[in-house]
């Protein structure tokens, strides 16, 4: 029930966050092709960057995705006092509902901690993991966690590592291959790996930024193209 009431419910939600974001920001996608076409069950790992984070993996595939619903773990504490006070009044409570955010509670194990994401994982959901745990100031990838790793690794889903940066109003979204843990990997090593895959992709945001600088002509010689058409256009 749950699950139809999410991908409902999200798949309604993009019409409302795909303008919006659109019109706040701008945002880049590299390897979208990534995320899209793929089917549960799957686990998506992140970087955290903002709380609006889990709004923007809902425009990331587009309108229609297999993908659908995405699963999110959420806290009910957070750093930030402002979002304790939407937690206190019912705001977040009501989102989390709406979007199927699964809420689980710091400090009771990692066992415990991610149940209810393998029962998710066995029906063929999409679960969608922050592993630092909070919302950064995005300079840098920050230590992962190892609840996505116990994860996947009790479970052999397929991984699809993301990274996200923001700088003023452009918003950089990086997606990865798929990668799947062998029988070799440890606890301490998949953790280490996942952050190492994101890391990557977050740091190659940053030549991808360069790279678009590069080819994006600057504002004189843009105008001077659209002289020379009008000028061309006028002589025909």
């Known amino acids: 029930m749950i699950k139809l009431f999410s991908k409902i419910s999200q798949f309604l939600s993009w019409f409302f966050f795909e303008p919006l974001f659109t019109s706040l920001f701008k945002i880049h996608y590299t390897c979208r092709e990534n995320i899209i076409g793929h089917k549960g069950p799957l686990l998506v790992i992140s970087n955290h960057i903002a709380f609006y984070d889990s709004f923007l993996f809902r425009i990331m595939p587009g309108l229609f995705s297999h993908l659908l619903p995405f699963r999110f773990m959420g806290v009910m504490k957070f750093k930030n006092p402002i979002l304790n006070i939407l937690v206190y009044i019912g705001i977040v409570p009501i989102i989390y509902v709406v979007f199927g955010v699964f809420v689980v509670v710091k400090g009771r194990g990692i066992e415990e901690g991610i149940k209810e994401a393998k029962k998710i994982i066995s029906n063929n959901g999409v679960v969608v993991m922050f592993p630092e745990g909070f919302t950064t ?5 920050e230590t992962f966690k190892k609840g996505a790793a116990a994860l996947a690794l009790s479970t052999s889903v397929s991984v699809l590592p993301v990274a996200l940066r923001k700088d003023k ?6 997606i990865g291959e798929i990668l799947t843990l062998d029988s070799s990997h440890t606890l301490e090593s998949a953790t280490d790996l996942f952050q190492k895959k994101v890391s990557k992709l977050f740091e190659e945001t940053f030549e991808n930024t360069r790279l678009e600088k590069l ?3 600057p504002p004189e010689e843009k105008e001077l193209r659209e002289d020379l058409v009008t000028t061309e256009e006028k002589s025909l």
Do not use: M, S
């Open 215 to 217: 080819i994006v002509p």
């Open 137 to 141: 100031d995005g300079v840098r990838v």
């Open 169 to 174: 109003r452009d918003i950089y979204i990086n």
